[in-house]
């Protein structure tokens, strides 16, 4: 099947290097701390943190830092086709354990030592990148509920199909069976701090797709923060600063 | 789930005894409610509806199926609600299963009739394309973001929004062959049916704490609450289902006097909504 026409454009009418339309909502969820809309294309989540606050199970508290977990969920309408699988199946397990690993990576837990903090990821819509979208949701969810962190976390992937790079891959195409490369990276720090990629790449090639995701999570990261900003603008003005 | 001091539910039962509630609200009031259609593209048709801090999502999913050999002139209709950990840690997990069982359970039985389809909200024999052969199967799915209380009403107001926003496609059934063959059909992608939705009940919620009762309680009303009672009313002004939560027991003539006012509040309500569905569909139509 061709994804990329002679003309250079994708199926849905994107160039290789474009990316899809960016919207973000803060505080979307009155009752939580912290909380967030992401919405990359057709794939939309909400993300919200509830913590720092006492840890619910005494035997999982740690003395020196914050205790962090993480769940995410997918409605049943989310997908195409409508979707009967039960809870904590094993995709969602796995992608709670990424999520949850690049949060903590950013998160300054030693400041929060024996508290606990949740972020728990809903899956509206799925469209491909739904882990890239997750974790860019819960960046803004936690930023919102003024959790400390090193960095804002940023996260796009970027696949190869038809000897074309790609950037941000929709469903269609994640499904062709082609490499996709998820990267999640700290943009002020330059630092990376997620990386998966399925299906074979030659390594040169790999280096222009990982960079192209790279460039994605950076134009992200511009994004989130002016978002960010505007929130926090918007914050000051109900306060009549 | 709620933690207040005693000050605070004082304060609370204090007010709805006066019929002055925490938010300036009073006894028989609703909270402003907002609707959302068209939320979920990849769906026949979905809603998301507003109500203070409570925050539903309801989705519908058509697909086509077989009627059940008992009753072959009618399609089904199924309801499930999820509720999301976004809502509450609480819901973590399998944490959430109860609550959401019981909101399915109380949905069908004030949305769906009885065994026999009688007193549906939506007609079950519109749903059949061929008598015996093919039929539309509803998939309604509920999903709770945000709880604020009175999330039955929500969801309930969310289905009904959603149920609006339904375009089922038209089906053209081939010619048939012969008559023990599953009939060959087409979906049209152009034309789509709307469903009657006028005759789908809302539901009111009366939760009562200490010596009164009140419509769309908070959260922290409802921790406060003695039992509560779910009526679904339609336009017509019928009782179409009934569902009693809470342990502590009423008075016969109590539910009675609580029946009259949810028929009295749910002209307010259906009239309210019916607005607000028609404004979202206008302006999802213009964007």
């Given amino acids: ?241 | 789930m709620v933690g207040l001091s005693v000050g605070e539910k004082h304060f609370i039962q204090g007010g709805i005894a006066q019929d002055l509630r925490s938010d300036g609200r009073k006894r028989l009031t609703y909270r402003p409610i907002y609707v959302e259609t068209g939320v979920i593209p990849q769906a026949h048709g979905s809603a998301r509806v507003r109500l203070g801090a409570t925050d539903v999502i309801a989705s519908v999913k058509a697909e086509l199926g077989k009627p059940s050999a008992l009753q072959p002139d009618k399609g089904k209709i199924a309801i499930y609600v999820d509720c999301s950990p976004t809502a509450a840690p609480m819901f973590e997990g399998r944490g959430g299963e109860e609550l959401s069982t019981e909101l399915s359970v109380a949905l069908q039985r004030c949305l769906l009739g009885g065994k026999s389809g009688a007193g549906a909200g939506i007609d079950p024999t519109s749903l059949v394309v061929v008598e015996g052969k093919v039929c539309w199967d509803l998939y309604i799915d509920g999903l709770v973001i945000s709880s604020d209380g009175n999330l039955l009403d929500a969801l309930a107001a969310a289905i009904k929004a959603a149920l609006s926003n339904t375009g089922i496609p038209k089906v053209d059934v081939a010619v048939e062959t012969r008559s023990d063959e599953q009939p060959e059909v087409n979906i049209s992608d152009e034309e789509f049916l709307q469903f009657d939705t006028s005759g789908i009940p809302v539901i009111v919620t009366l939760t009562k704490v200490g010596r009164h009762y009140i419509v769309d309680a908070t959260s922290e009303e409802e921790s406060q609450m003695s039992s509560a009672v779910s009526i679904s009313v339609n336009r017509k002004g019928h009782i179409c289902g009934l569902t009693k939560r809470g342990g502590v027991g009423l008075d016969p003539s109590i539910i009675l006097d609580m029946i009259s006012v949810a028929k009295h509040v749910s002209e307010q309500l259906i009239n309210k909504l019916d607005s607000e569905i028609a404004a979202a569909e206008a302006s999802e139509e213009e964007s």
């Avoid at chain 1, 989540?45 to 993480?70: F, H, K």
């Fill in chain 1, 1 to 241: 099947m061709e994804y990329v026409s002679p003309e250079g454009l994708r199926l849905d009418g994107r160039r290789p290097m474009e990316m899809r339309q960016l919207r973000a909502e803060i505080g979307t969820v009155a009752k939580a701390n912290g909380s967030a809309v992401f919405e990359m294309g057709n794939t939309k989540v909400i993300a919200a943190v509830y913590g720092p606050r006492e840890v619910q199970n005494r035997s999982q508290q740690i003395n020196d830092q914050a205790l962090v977990r993480c769940e995410y969920s997918m409605a049943n309408f989310s997908t195409g086709d409508r979707m009967r699988k039960p809870k904590g199946d094993r995709r969602s397990t796995e992608i709670s354990l990424v999520i949850r690993q690049t949060m903590e990576a950013c998160i300054l837990t030693h400041l929060m030592p024996r508290s606990q903090i949740d972020i728990f990821v809903q899956v509206l819509q799925a469209d491909g990148g739904t882990r890239s979208a997750c974790i860019n949701a819960a960046t803004l969810a936690l930023a919102d509920a003024g959790i400390p962190m090193r960095d804002i976390v940023t996260s796009c992937s970027a696949g190869y199909l038809n000897s074309t790079p790609l950037l941000d891959l929709n469903y269609i195409e994640d499904s062709a069976g082609g490499p996709d490369v998820t990267v999640g990276i700290l943009p002020k720090l330059d630092k990376v701090t997620l990386l998966q990629m399925d299906a074979k790449l030659p390594v040169d090639i790999f280096e222009t797709v990982m960079g192209l995701a790279i460039e994605g999570c950076k134009a992200i990261a511009n994004y989130i923060r002016e978002v960010l900003l505007e929130n926090t603008k918007q914050l000051e003005y109900r306060r009549g600063l």
